[in-house]
Nanobody
């Protein structure tokens, strides 16, 4: 059973930074698979923020390009999302995903 556990969310002022982490467990060969970060605001569909494949190639939503960076550490079975220059519209619950599995989500609130 694969488990994904996110951490690193919180309250930050506009222009600030946060680093989200997602640790995978469950005997999966983590390094073989792409992983992604999504976010969801109440009443809206979950949207892709960024993903990274097994070779390290990345893809970003237009709204976060140049501000967010996704990376992975295969030795730690962990994927990260470095979020800089945060805006109020980045406020959402952030989820990581691997194959058909999802984490429980971590709240990010950007507010002064």
């Amino acid at each position: 059973q694969v488990q994904l556990v996110e951490s690193g969310g919180g309250l930050v002022q506009p222009g600030g930074s946060l680093r989200l982490s997602c640790a995978a467990s469950g005997g999966i060969f983590f390094s073989l698979y792409a992983m992604g970060w999504y976010r969801q605001v109440p009443g809206k569909q979950r949207e892709l923020v960024a993903n990274i494949n097994s070779a390290g190639s990345t893809n970003y939503a237009d709204s976060v390009k140049g501000r967010f960076t996704i990376s992975r550490d295969n030795a730690k079975n962990t994927v990260y999302l470095q979020m800089n220059s945060l805006k109020p519209e980045d406020t959402a619950v952030y989820y990581c995903t691997l194959l058909a599995y999802w984490g429980q989500g971590t709240q990010v609130t950007v507010s002064s």
